[in-house]
């Protein structure tokens, strides 16, 4: 580190001179800022990634509830209760897991979306 700062200082006829120091403490501070951004990055990617895996979980276990609904309907039904009405649910269910997976699309491929197509170049 102090070679570095001594070839900073050889820059400048000055050697007692601020400006090397300064120089120094300014791409310090930039590969800081560069590091918070990259990190920043990885977070919210990161993120994205575990709210798509919740969303899915919550989906797959939305179709294995509508899945056990309308067996105990079935049952129900072979038994000679009325179920038309508790129909609706599973149904529910079922549209509610599609809300997910459009969630999970938004989630994983939005960003590719987001990102400009390269064009085909003009003829």
Request: hydrophobic residues 35%.
């Given at each position: 580190m102090s070679g570095l700062i001594a070839a900073l200082a050889?820059?400048?006829?000055?050697?007692?001179?601020?400006w090397p120091y300064l120089l120094l403490a300014g791409l310090v501070l930039a590969l800081a800022a560069l590091m918070a951004w990259l990190l920043h990055w990885l977070r919210s990617r990161s993120s994205?990634?575990?709210?798509?895996?919740?969303?899915?979980?919550?989906?797959l276990a939305l179709l294995a509830l509508a899945d056990e609904m309308e067996c105990y309907l079935y049952e129900l039904?072979?038994?000679?209760?009325?179920?038309?009405?508790?129909?609706?649910?599973?149904?529910?269910?079922?549209?509610?897991a599609m809300d997910h997976l459009e969630c999970i699309n938004w989630?994983?491929?939005?960003?590719?979306?987001r990102e400009p197509a390269p064009r085909d170049p003009p003829a």
């Open positions: 050889n820059l400048w006829p000055d050697a007692g001179s601020p994205r990634e575990a709210m798509a895996r919740r969303a899915d979980r919550n989906g039904a072979l038994r000679g209760y009325p179920v038309r009405q508790q129909r609706h649910w599973p149904r529910l269910c079922r549209r509610l989630l994983m491929l939005d960003e590719r979306v």
